[in-house]
């Protein structure tokens, strides 16, 4: 079995699975069962400043999409940073601490955007006897309107300069969580570096309304009558998590940064993506809100039987592995010519492919009699649509032209050297072929 | 002591009486809202798809199931309806695992089709419990059209007509309308008074109304012909389905305790008591088609010890369904192949029943089978009644094009028409597609 002992900034724990900053993570109790069922760390949920705490509403802070028998596909929530007061989180941060040693454990702060503020309380936190913190720039609700979460992370220089005064005040290493709530992810990400930051995690929430009440015409979830929007996660927001950290991972001012992936990792597969892509750990929340923290378990024994498969003995080998064929549209090999291809074996005649050929596409599958769907080869352009759209898993498949067959679509040989739109003639500022 | 299921002879009662109404509940119970999202959740929206195909009356089942997946269970069925006007009724008889569960996609991958017919039955019946009917008549064409049986082909037929703006009278031999949907169909397959629930909900269109007493031929008293119809009307509908049984041919037929399983049938789902109907200990039901079936697991559920079918071909050659034969034995009904009556045994009323097995081109075997039997019940097919009847093909009207018979303005569909299965939903197809033919001819 592989080794998943993972080592992030110097931060030790016994698998690189950590539960996300938010509220399974906002109490001793609720700490203590995810250590107890095998969660590698935990990113508490973030502390406020000394004094009254922030209060939540008295009503849903959290909505939701659905797919198929409700399976929980994105949620958001308008719920702020933690409501308890600070000396309590402290205290029972340094209760499960002392007791889970090998665990991570990491302090979730925000604070306003003040030297003072940050410098106050940083000492408390390392009194707990925390592995790091992590900055929270990313809450795209709530705190936002007071100056604090993704108002920070949507401006470079307040990231650079709080990241800075905390690096000044703490000897534990700093993690930013940036927001994708901002057009170009490298800019936050390039402050954070020049603020010294030991990484960066992402994604937090994305800005979001999740569903209109028809009857009421008002937004989900509703208080009184009236929504707000709210930090959008889980499944849905996968993707859109995936690229932000590949793009910090190829990005050659960034790429040395370690991440912390998030972003509706909810099984062992979407873990390994994060890794792939270039993080070095990954953080979950919205999978153990639904699912409890149980679901750790088939994250670690999927993740260790892929990596024994693939021969790899520690997360390391895992990590950036797909970074260096994550390209630029431009690079792509336009001399590359696949086909669709159905299997008939595995094909159940649903036609769906047919609809979404004919309608939507190029009008390049074949509907006969009987109901036999095959690809027509001069149409075909491999667009994948049709792969997509088909319920049975390897039915239609892309398969690669061998070079020097003739494209029945371009009449044209296929050729076996690369050659990307750099050097297309069709491009006005093409540069001639070396 | 009470009679009970050892008791010999024909009795009432042989079950607790509070064991009744379980035993004739619903086959199978509606599914609930998470239950039909659920189900409506596995379709693959297919494109042209093969279960619209499948569906005698085309229905747009991925339409409708889509409709029921979004929230909107009321237009599921007005798609439902449009087509089917007793797409409640078919949602609950339907073979469905012979016809558009059969063509599911899902069949063919997992084996487990889309469940169609009850998210069809899901959708009727949120629409028909709220007592909303769905249709208007168009403007008045005063043309009058007569439709003679009251069961499923006649009532299509008569809606659409009724919905195209023409008025209707619906004649039919048995004291209320309904058909097969009211008098022939196992009890577990519609209770509580569904079929006439749906009539009534059918005859909300308007325009439209029946006189029972009222049969093809001279002999009935109340006796309707052709010609006077003709007379009468613009145009004439016959889905006056089988009314005849066939005879056994058997020595000793006539005994007591020997009748036919549409008469059971009939009055097992006319009875408004079943813990005073009598049944047999030993019943031994002669045929291999749905009412054979019908009458057998009725038979079973009403406290027979002991039921057997037999049926004269192999499983195979049954007219009843896979789904149909599997569900008599799940009952408890045993059911015996390659067997032909040749004698019914007893003083006066029947003891035993006596067959001879046969091979598969029907030859006797000499090997003999002697059942028990306190009562028999005959289902070896139906036959067409009435007199001065348009020309018929083999045993049943022959018909051209939509129901077109060979007399001038009239047309005939359902059982009784030649062409199609002897299947509810193929009669309401029939009915349905006969109306807009009629309504081309009236309105030229």
Redesign the interface.
């Known amino acids: 079995m592989a080794n998943l002992q993972s080592d992030f900034v110097g931060i030790k724990s016994p698998n690189p699975f950590w539960l996300a900053s938010a509220p399974p993570t906002d109490k001793e109790y609720n700490v203590r069962r995810a250590f107890e069922a095998g969660w590698g760390g935990v990113v508490w949920k973030t502390l406020g400043m000394e004094g009254p705490p922030v209060v939540n509403v008295n009503g849903p802070r959290y909505g939701a999409i659905w797919g198929a028998d409700r399976r929980l596909l994105g949620l958001n929530n308008i719920e702020l940073i933690t409501d308890r007061p600070l000396e309590v989180n402290l205290r029972e941060m340094k209760a499960v601490k002392r007791d889970y040693p090998d665990r991570a454990m990491i302090a979730s702060i925000m604070v306003p955007c003040e030297e003072e503020a940050w410098k106050a309380i940083l000492p408390h936190v390392e009194d707990t006897g925390a592995d790091g913190i992590e900055l929270n720039f990313g809450c795209p609700h709530g705190m936002a309107e007071r100056g604090m979460g993704s108002a920070v992370g949507q401006v470079p220089e307040y990231i650079e300069m709080v990241t800075r005064w905390c690096k000044m005040y703490t000897r534990m290493p700093v993690i930013v969580k940036l927001t994708p709530n901002i057009t170009n992810v490298l800019y936050p990400a390039e402050a954070a570096k020049r603020g010294g930051a030991d990484a960066v995690s992402l994604i937090n929430t994305i800005n979001s309304i999740t569903s209109v009440n028809l009857d009421s015409f008002a937004p989900e979830p509703m208080i009184d009558g009236k929504g707000t929007h709210g930090g959008y996660c889980g499944p849905a927001v996968k993707p859109i998590a995936l690229n932000m950290v590949a793009e910090i991972a190829r990005n050659p001012a960034t790429a040395d940064m370690p991440i912390s992936g998030i972003g509706g990792v909810t099984t062992w597969r979407d873990a390994a993506e994060f890794l792939a892509l270039g993080a070095g750990n990954v953080q979950v929340c919205t999978a153990v809100m639904t699912y409890g923290f149980k679901i750790v378990q088939e994250m670690i024994s999927g993740l260790s039987e892929y990596m024994d498969s693939k021969g790899m003995t520690s997360v390391d080998q895992l990590v950036r592995k797909a970074v260096p064929n994550v390209t630029d549209w431009n690079q792509l090999n336009l001399n590359y010519v696949a086909k669709a291809k159905i299997d008939q074996d595995a094909c159940i005649s649903c036609g769906r492919c047919f609809a979404a050929c004919e309608d939507t596409s190029h009008q390049a599958i074949a509907m006969s009699e009987d109901r036999t769907f095959t690809v027509i080869d001069e149409e075909c352009v491999a667009c994948n649509l049709c792969v997509n759209v088909c319920p049975v898993e390897d039915c239609i498949s892309m398969v690669p032209m061998d070079a020097g067959a003739t494209d029945p679509r371009t009449g044209k040989v296929v050729d076996p050297s690369y050659a990307n739109w750099t050097t297309h003639p069709n491009n006005p500022s093409a540069t001639a072929a070396e | 002591m009470a009679d009970n299921e050892f008791t010999p002879g024909i009795k009432a009662g042989r079950l607790e009486h509070s064991a009744y109404a379980a035993q004739f509940s619903d086959l199978h119970p509606p599914l609930d809202d998470h239950e039909a ?2 189900a409506a ?2 379709c ?7 279960c619209i195909t499948a569906c005698p009356t085309d229905i747009d089942i991925p339409l409708f199931i889509r409709q029921i997946a979004t929230g909107t269970p009321d237009a599921a069925a007005k798609t439902i309806l449009s087509q089917n006007i007793m797409g409640g009724m078919c949602a609950r008889v339907c073979p469905t695992e012979q016809l558009c569960e059969q063509a599911c ?2 069949e ?2 997992e084996g487990k089709p889309v469940l169609i017919g009850q998210l069809q039955r899901y959708a009727t019946d949120h629409l028909q419990q709220q007592g909303i009917h769905p249709f208007t008549r168009a403007g008045a064409t005063g043309k009058t059209v007569a439709v003679v049986g009251a069961g499923p082909a006649g009532l299509s037929c008569a809606h659409r007509l009724a919905m195209l703006g023409h008025d209707v009278v619906v004649y039919d031999a048995r004291p209320k309308p309904g058909g097969l949907n009211e008098f022939g169909i196992a009890a577990y397959k519609t209770p509580n008074g569904y079929a006439q629930e749906e009539v009534d909900w059918l005859l909300q269109i308007g325009g439209i109304r029946i006189e029972t007493g009222k049969a093809l031929g001279k002999g009935s008293g109340a006796g309707l012909t052709l010609d006077q119809l003709k007379a009468d009307h613009d145009a004439v509908f016959v889905g006056v389905g089988l009314g005849g049984v066939n005879a056994l041919g058997a020595m000793g037929e006539e005994k007591d305790g020997v009748s036919d399983a549409v008469d059971f049938i009939s009055t097992l789902r006319q009875s408004t008591d079943l813990t005073a109907l009598p049944i047999g200990r030993d019943v031994v039901v002669i045929g291999g088609g749905m009412t054979a079936i019908d009458a057998a697991v009725q038979a079973k559920l009403l406290g027979a010890l002991n039921v057997t079918l037999v049926y004269r071909r192999g499983r195979d050659r049954m007219n009843a369904s896979p789904f149909e034969q599997d569900l008599a034995a799940s009952k408890g009904v045993r059911i015996v192949n390659h067997a032909v009556p040749v004698a019914v045994h007893g003083n006066g009323a029947v003891r035993e029943i006596e067959f001879e097995y046969v091979d598969g081109t029907m030859k006797g075997t000499g090997e003999m089978l002697r059942l028990a039997a306190d009562q028999v019940f005959k289902a070896i097919g139906q036959t067409l009644q009435g007199d001065g009847l348009p020309d018929l093909d083999g045993r049943k009207i022959a018909v051209t094009g939509a129901g077109r018979t060979s007399v001038e303005g009239v047309w005939a569909g359902g059982d009784c028409a030649s062409g199609g299965d002897d299947l509810t939903v193929t009669a309401v197809a029939e009915g349905r597609d006969a109306a807009m033919d009629i309504h081309s001819a009236l309105m030229g």
């Open positions: 999202l659920v959740d596995r693959y929206f297919c494109h042209d798809a093969p996609v899902r063919m991958a």
